[in-house]
């Protein structure tokens, strides 16, 4: 059985309880931000901020505006792009739905970032041995019976935990109940060949941070970076330690000079 | 299938005993598993940020906190947080160790001084009961110029707190009031006491009338000077499960907020036209008779009759004075009959009933007018009209949601006022699903408050003595209402004389006695208002030498926080108790202060957080609650009960060793909470003791007004008796069915968890609406069931609003000084010139000589809020990099056509000015704000946030810089939420 989070931002209140939990269970810092226009801080994922609530002021087609809150992570994919291409196999999808990372195994190859539809996994950049960084769903939690961490903060029920056929089916049961109020599309049941983490949204999900669902298509990202890592990895092995030194190098360069950490993806609008 | 967390929880038995699994457990890992990191929580607490209440569970490794999460076993919050409460840990731990914010040492900075130096606590105590005594004694009348005994000290103010244990605010108030002090304010002053005072006037009592989990039997919710999905989120716990079920939620506000993107209906406005907004609902309800015919003609005084000289023409009421600006309310009363009691008319048709006066003052209210002076759309006026007039239907409930937004205006108690009135038309008062519910902001602002924390109150809020009483007897005559001849009706107040003999002996034990009136001479006596404006005014002025500042943070909250700081720089001394440095302890910091001017000695005190002590709060929703400590304070903290007791111990042992004025005040004081003080034995003072057994009270009923009884707050009696500690129960079966949760904590009054409960029956006992009783008669057993009623009397032998002389509640009422019905006035400063008539703003409102800003040089109206991610003056959450990080700048929003105008696009800086001070922040330039046209005029209206200042990890410039002085005259709550401001792009920084 798999389990899933089915996340209805129609009930999302936007209070980043998820995002603080997060934090707080991980022992993950706060970081250093600064306001630049909206209210979502840190602007982008990070090796220290695992999820994080997007707010995004959207119009839809009858013109009524609407302020969604958007909350992203790892989505746990149900065939990882990320598993695939990682060559040392730090990365793997348990039966019960997780995608979970072995420090110890990691070599630092960065493949895992490169792979990802989503744009989910970071590195913590400012450090000589970085390591990859991402939500991990919480996995010591669920193995002791308890919800991951930002589910259970979850104020108004925003964020449901559960075995993800019945979850897909509670997404259908809740457009088919209140048709106006929702899209109606479950992301996640499909795209990507399907993900643990699916929503349920009241605008269209092009006009949210998801990747476009043309590009992102539905069938499973393993069969492409498979093939990546196929090629890649004999030769990379050799070549990684020189690589990291350099992005280190560079990292802490940058940060003395003031200037961010390369960003993995596009400004929010 | 609908899964919730809830079920979850159920299905999966997590449980208590998997929830406190301690770290390390299982041992061993094995493949593709994990041990659960550290521990999930064993302490059970309550936040301490908002006035939900939520209950947290806290995991402790050593002397750091290392987990801080949702209790779920807590009705009100099932095991979920906000973002602040889940950041709760980081008030005593971050990233492993002590918030390095946090205070750990007694700090002393003296006068002139450019630095803070660390001293002991026996030093500390030493030198501040010496400047207390000094002070003190030094400013001390004994009479006043009128003759009387006063016995107070006009030299010293004592300020907060809202966040402190009650037990502990019970235990201040003893201190400030031995020692005379008359100028005792805390937040609740310029928060919400407009609302309460509406509600007092209204029905009785001011807090919540219902709960949060109530909000779920609603059909239709309105939030209107509330944004409580930002400030409460947790209520939308219970207002999403509504909105599911069916219930429409309409968002009352000038801006789109989090609030209102859950909402079926935002309804901008205008900030300031509540009233205007309210009062087209009311008509709107009157004109279609969707109001509930019965309720209103049972339940609220609309058939009594007043007086035929009564009347209302543009904008005034009869008997306004101009020369005095004031009103003489002889023309507001009832006509009386031969027996001195109102005459009625039942048929609501007498042109002097309050049914008709109401209707007529409010016809004016038409809704092209309306939308005209508030700026509201027509099309979603009409439909919020509708969706709450339905409301009106028997069976049916709607409830009101209120905060600080509509209680800060100098129309801040005639707001309420007109929301009561619509909820009384309704029939939505004492029904499941209805109310006015006036939330308190902060965890503990009514637990606080009602230990007596404002100028005009002693604990339980029995009206503090003034100058004029010279006796007991004659406070009494003063303050004891005498019993209604109305048939059926119980008489409020006639038990006074029981809960102030009660409360001295509480105070003063074996030295209150029959002959010297329990101590009568002791207790200071009042000779003015000693609101918070004016107590600054009088620091400004040198009135006020010393201050006993207690978690409360007024460089950044008071209005015209610019002259604050001037005032507080004044002081010849000021104690801070607080658990980092605030900008009011860095009053020597202030910007454009340079410390060597600043004369003023400062004691920085190193408090307790919530986590590291023991007590109970109130939440907004009356629900006391009991905490625990889950670890020690760091370094040399200690809880604010310690310190106060500390300052008790010394100042007795000064005052018996070298007297003073009144020196038995403080010597004789009744102070026996142990060594540490315990907050059980406190609490049990509170609750109160048969003397002669010696057993603690079980409940009001025993209280004795012979000296027999001792009761430290009559609202708090039966809330620790025999039985054990009633705060600290942890049922949470639901016998009800409407999720009342009776059996969890207990709750004021006499724990009964929805006020005005006999107004959710017929005269016949019968509940309007049989599927959701909050109370029923039963004929057998010739008793009610359901919740604690309002007095057990059967069916149609007591009016249902008991606290009202008359058991009826006032949609039309004498009590207010400025109006027996609300009227729409402009705010102090207004773009627009009122259109109703031909008074600009409220006549009675309040001002210190502040400096008005005109249109013509500030165009844009301004109003402020509160975000998630931090609380009121940012004293705790500034300096949790939690959220900080979320939350990093001060900021205003504007929409994008007043951006354009200035030319500004999202993350530039601006700077905001008035004619109280400047500004900068960055702006947010955003679609949730629209500009308003009013009256033909377009009105841009910018919003911000007031949680900044100079002092933390987070600093910025204070909204409050640019507020005024000016507060509605019921109340002297300032007009926090409406001023005029010029913005140009740029700024220093």
């Known amino acids: 059985m798999s389990k899933a989070v089915l996340v209805d931002l129609t009930r999302c209140v936007g209070c980043r309880s998820c995002q603080v939990a997060c934090k707080a269970w991980n022992d993950n810092p706060g970081e250093d931000t600064e306001c630049s226009g909206s209210y979502g801080n840190p602007p982008h994922l990070s090796g220290d901020t695992w999820t994080l609530i997007k707010f995004d002021e959207v119009q839809d087609a009858r013109g009524k505006l609407h302020w969604v809150f958007t909350k992203q992570q790892c989505m746990h994919c149900e065939h990882p792009a990320c598993v695939s291409a990682c060559p040392v196999s730090a990365l793997h999808k348990r039966d019960d739905g997780p995608v979970v990372y072995d420090a110890e195994k990691c070599i630092g190859c960065r493949y895992c970032m490169m792979a990802c539809p989503f744009h989910i996994p970071k590195i913590h950049w400012d450090r000589a041995l970085p390591l990859i960084k991402k939500c991990t769903f919480c996995a010591d939690r669920i193995d002791e019976g308890l919800e991951p961490a930002c589910v259970k903060a979850c104020p108004t029920d925003a964020l449901v935990f559960g075995e993800r056929d019945e979850l897909i089916a509670d997404a259908e049961a809740r457009i088919r109940a209140r048709p106006t109020e929702y899209v109606n599309h479950v992301f996640g049941q499909h795209e990507a060949g399907g993900t643990s983490w699916m929503y349920l949204s009241p605008v269209d999900f092009d006009q949210l941070w998801f990747p476009q669902s043309d590009e992102l298509g539905t069938d499973p990202i393993p069969a492409l970076s498979e093939a990546v890592a196929e090629v890649g990895t004999p030769s990379m092995l050799a070549g990684v330690a020189a690589l990291l030194a350099g992005i280190y190098w560079a990292t802490k360069r940058r940060q003395e000079a003031g200037a961010q950490p390369p960003a993995a993806e596009p400004e929010e609008g | ?989």
Not at chain 2, 64 to 93: F, I, Y
């Open chain 2, 1 to 989: 299938m609908d899964l919730t967390r809830r079920d979850f929880l159920k299905l999966s038995g997590a449980g208590a005993s998997l929830l406190l699994l301690p770290y390390g457990l299982p041992a061993g890992r094995l493949a593709n598993r994990f041990p659960l990191h550290k521990p999930v929580g064993e302490t059970p607490t309550t936040c301490c940020f908002c006035g939900v209440g939520c209950g947290a569970i806290v995991a402790a490794q050593g002397d750091r906190v290392v987990n801080v999460e949702g209790d779920p076993e807590h009705p009100v919050n099932q095991g979920s947080l906000c973002s602040k409460g889940m950041g709760l840990a980081q008030l005593n731990t971050v990233d492993g160790k002590v918030n390095p914010s946090r205070l750990q040492k007694v700090k002393y900075r003296a006068a002139g001084s450019s630095q803070w130096e660390e001293k002991s606590w026996d030093w500390a105590i030493d030198e501040i009961a010496k400047r207390l005594k000094d002070t003190r004694d030094g400013n001390w009348v004994s009479e006043d110029t009128d003759g009387h005994t006063v016995n107070r000290t006009e030299a010293i103010a004592a300020l907060g707190s809202v966040f402190i244990n009650s037990e502990e605010a019970y235990a201040l108030t003893k201190l400030v009031r031995a020692l005379g002090i008359v100028w005792n304010e805390n937040e609740s002053r310029i928060c919400v006491t407009s609302t309460v005072t509406a509600g007092s006037e209204s029905v009785g009592r001011g807090p919540m009338t219902n709960h949060w989990i109530d909000l779920r039997n609603s059909d239709c919710i309105m939030t209107i000077g509330s944004n409580a999905a930002e400030t409460f989120p947790i209520s939308f716990n219970w207002i999403t499960d509504a909105v599911e079920q069916g219930a429409t939620l309409i968002s009352v506000d000038p801006r789109f907020t989090r609030t209102s993107a859950k909402a079926d209906l935002h309804l901008p406005i205008r900030t300031g036209t509540d009233v205007a907004l309210v009062g087209g609902m009311i008509n709107y309800v009157l004109e279609n008779e969707l109001y509930h015919r019965e309720y209103v003609a049972e339940y609220t005084n609309a058939s009594f009759l007043i007086d035929p000289g009564f009347g209302f023409e543009d904008g005034l009421f009869t008997g306004y004075d101009a020369a005095t600006g004031s009103y003489d309310r002889s023309t507001w009363q009832y006509q009386p009959d031969e027996q001195g009691l109102p005459m009625r008319d039942d048929t609501l048709q007498d042109p002097n009933c309050v049914f008709q006066l109401l209707k007529a003052h409010f016809s004016r209210y038409d809704p092209e007018t309306v939308c005209s002076v508030t700026g509201a759309p027509m099309d979603t006026f009409l439909s919020a009209c509708q969706a709450f007039g339905a409301t009106g239907a028997r069976g049916k409930a709607g409830a009101i949601l209120c905060s600080s937004g509509s209680a800060q205006h100098t129309q801040g108690t005639q707001n309420a006022r007109s929301y009561y009135i619509l909820q009384l038309l309704l029939g939505n008062i004492g029904v499941a699903g209805g109310g006015v519910n006036g939330i308190a902001g902060a965890s503990n602002g009514l637990g606080c408050t009602l230990q007596g924390r404002l100028f005009h109150v002693l604990p339980g809020d029995l009206p503090m003595p003034a100058s004029g009483d010279e006796s007991l007897e004659a406070y009494l005559d003063r303050v004891t209402a005498p019993p209604s001849q109305m048939e059926n009706t119980i008489s409020p107040w006639t038990s006074r004389p029981k809960y102030i003999v009660s409360l001295l002996k509480a105070w003063y034990g074996d030295a209150a006695a029959e002959r010297n009136g329990f101590g009568w001479e002791f207790l200071p006596k009042l000779g003015g208002n000693y609101s918070f404006v004016n107590l600054f005014e009088a620091m400004d002025a040198g009135t006020i030498k010393g201050l006993l500042c207690w978690g409360m943070n007024p460089a950044v909250s008071g209005p015209n926080s610019g002259m604050v700081r001037e005032a507080l720089g004044k002081l010849d001394w000021a104690v801070v108790v607080d658990l980092c440095e605030t900008e009011t302890a860095d009053l020597w910091k202030a910007p454009g202060t340079t410390p060597s001017d600043s004369q003023t000695e400062v004691f920085l005190l190193p408090a307790a957080a919530s986590l590291e002590k023991e007590g109970s709060l109130m939440s907004s929703a009356r629900w006391m609650q009991w905490r625990y400590q889950a670890v020690d304070p760091p370094g040399e903290a200690q809880s604010d009960l310690w310190i106060v007791d500390q300052l008790v111990r010394k100042l007795k042992s000064l005052y018996g060793a070298d007297g003073g004025p009144n020196a038995q005040a403080i010597t004789e004081l009744a102070w026996d909470y142990g060594d540490p003080p315990d907050a059980h034995r406190v609490a049990q003072e509170m609750n109160g003791y048969d003397l002669t057994t010696g057993e603690l009270l079980p409940g009001l009923a025993g209280l004795k007004e012979d000296g027999t009884t001792s009761c430290g707050n009559w609202l708090w009696c039966g809330s620790y008796t025999e039985a054990g500690n009633m705060m600290a129960r942890r049922d949470n079966t639901d016998q009800s069915g409407i999720g009342l949760f009776s059996d969890w904590a207990w709750a004021f009054p006499c724990n009964r968890r929805i006020m005005y409960n006999r107004a959710s029956v017929d005269l016949q006992g019968n509940p309007w609406n049989p599927d959701k009783p909050v109370i029923s008669w039963d004929e057998q057993s010739e008793s009610w069931a359901g919740d604690v009623p309002d007095g057990g009397s059967p069916p149609g032998k007591a009016y249902p609003f008991i606290m009202k002389p008359h058991g009826r509640a006032l949609l039309f009422g004498a009590g207010l000084v400025d109006g027996p019905l609300p009227e729409h006035y402009e705010p102090w400063e207004s773009p627009v010139r009122n259109p109703m008539t031909s008074v600009q703003s409220d006549p009675l409102l309040k001002t210190w000589g502040a400096v008005k800003g005109e249109p013509d040089n500030y165009p844009i109206l301004a109003t402020t809020s509160r975000l998630v991610e931090h609380m009121h003056g940012g004293g705790m959450t500034r300096n949790m990099p939690y959220s900080v990080e979320m939350m990093p700048d001060m900021f205003i929003e504007m929409s994008e056509e007043l951006a354009e105008a200035e030319g500004v696009v999202s993350g530039d800086r601006v700077v905001v000015e008035s004619p109280r001070g400047q500004i900068e922040a960055v702006a947010v330039v955003t679609k949730r704000l629209r500009p308003f046209s009013i009256d033909g005029q377009v009105v841009h209206e910018i919003s911000m946030p007031w949680h900044w200042g100079y002092a933390g990890l987070s600093p910025g410039d204070s909204a409050n810089c640019l507020t005024a002085r000016v507060a509605d005259s019921n109340t002297m709550i300032p007009e926090y939420r409406a001023f005029l401001v010029r913005i140009t792009k740029g700024g220093a920084r």
